[in-house]
């Protein structure tokens, strides 16, 4: 388990994580949402140790990721937003690379790069930023590490490799492994990323699963206008509207009626959530 | 697989294993997917699935043999077919009766 408490981070005057408080499990996918700024890239590279948190701390199954021990960075893989494009061909990144973690597995990097539709034998240099980015993630899954961050991966993908890319999530990686997707792609990782959580500006205004999303929202897809809906939005053949769940009733988590329901109703929010 | 927009995703995935019981594409005693397996296979959170197999498990449905995978029920026909019937009748087919009252069709004239 992840724990990070109270943990804060400013870029000299601007403060942009404050009190970051949560526990991220193993055996999930979570998927780490919020507006430009919030300071999701802040808080992956914090966890995996290129930056040093000024408040706070982060327990990486007992170990502090700042401290960057040769066995925790072994076993964790931050693919960012942007990546390299290298003067070799992937099979050779891989191979040289690869030598860094643990778990790599070159078998499992071609039979990726395969299922992406990807050339190993291309140079990085020489390929569009899609298939770089393919290669970058092909390259992360094959690491086999336990604790694995993505920046934007599906930034750049093909319609096909988003598809493709949903199924490697699960296919390729750990089944102890935490995973942590931060997106403003929803529509890319919907039915994959759970727990959800939304960062605000310096605060986590929700971590929690589908289940317990469902639990407490109710997502009316209906034409009928509700009166006492939190959040409605006109959509082609009626409306998405969100309310409190009372009838204990299960529906469908829309992901981004979600975010706009929640930073309407911040206090709200994380008072149903909180008890 | 494509879900539609107002049902739970891990309801919609009972209801495509139940439509599959009753197709006959599985039978009885027959091993599904592992929770992983079925997630990578559709693209779903391996937790979703979860959930789908623990009701399914709760309904009589499937069944989990520990350390090997899960099952379909010996009589998991005969339990979707009831709880199928039951819900046709009392939902779906008042339903279907009010539109066709709406739309001035006889029941009489669907007969024969």
Redesign the interface.
Known sequence: MITIKDLGFAYGEKAVLKNITMNLEEGRIYGLLGENGVGKTTLLTLLCGLKKPQRGSIDTDGRNPYDRQPSLLSDQYYLSDEVPAMNMKAADYAKYYGKFWEGFDMDKFIEVMGVLENDPQQKMNQMSFGQLKKTYIAFALACNTKYLFMDEPTNGLDIPSKAQFRKAITKYTREDSIILISTHQVRDLENIIDPIIILDRQDVLLNATLEEISQKLYFDYSSERMEDALYSEMVPGGNIQVCLNQSGEDSKVNIEALFNTVHLHKELIKGIFNK | ME?N?????Y?QICDAICEQILSGTLKPDERIPSV?EY??????????IM?SYEKLTADGIIYNRRGIGYFISPDALQTVLEAQRKEFMEEELPQILRRMKLLGIDPSTLVG
Do not use: D
Not at chain 2, 5 to 9: C, D, P, Q
Not at chain 2, 39 to 48: D, Q
């Open positions: 879900f927009s107002n049902k739970s995703i309801l992983r997630g990578s296979e559709i693209g779903v959170n391996p937790n979703t959930r």
